[in-house]
């Protein structure tokens, strides 16, 4: 079992920066992938990035350039840099960490973007 908690979500105007964190219990080097999705009010769920290990990451096309993911894993905390945010970036954040075939999802963290 993997408990998963995000922060760091608020209110930002259009070009602000915020910084989310994801806090996963257990050894981070044990966990094969975590990643950042969104949800938007009457919209799917959709990936923003995500990392596994050697580093590997993938952003969606639309955060490229302006978020960044990385992890501590001596801390066992996900991160994701939020740059020059947009309106259309407004959404709830969640953050999913596979682990042994399972997947866990936290309780998301609201991230609102004003124009």
């Known amino acids: 079992q993997v408990q998963v908690v995000e922060s760091g979500g608020g209110l930002v105007q259009a070009g602000g920066s915020l910084r989310l964190s994801c806090a996963a219990s257990?050894?981070?080097?044990?966990?094969?992938?975590m990643g950042w999705f969104r949800q938007a009010p009457g919209k799917q769920r959709e990936l923003v990035a995500t990392?596994?290990?050697?580093?590997?990451?993938n952003y969606a096309d639309s955060v490229k350039g302006r978020f960044t993911i990385s992890r501590d894993n001596a801390k066992n905390t996900l991160y994701l840099q939020m740059n020059s945010l947009k309106p259309e970036d407004t959404a709830v954040y969640y953050c999913?960490?596979?682990?042994?075939?399972?997947?866990?999802w936290g309780q998301g963290t609201q991230v609102t973007v004003s124009s």
């Open positions: 257990g050894s981070m080097l044990s966990i094969n992938a």
């Open positions: 990392t596994a290990p050697r580093d590997i990451t």
């Open positions: 999913r960490v596979i682990r042994g075939g399972y997947i866990y």
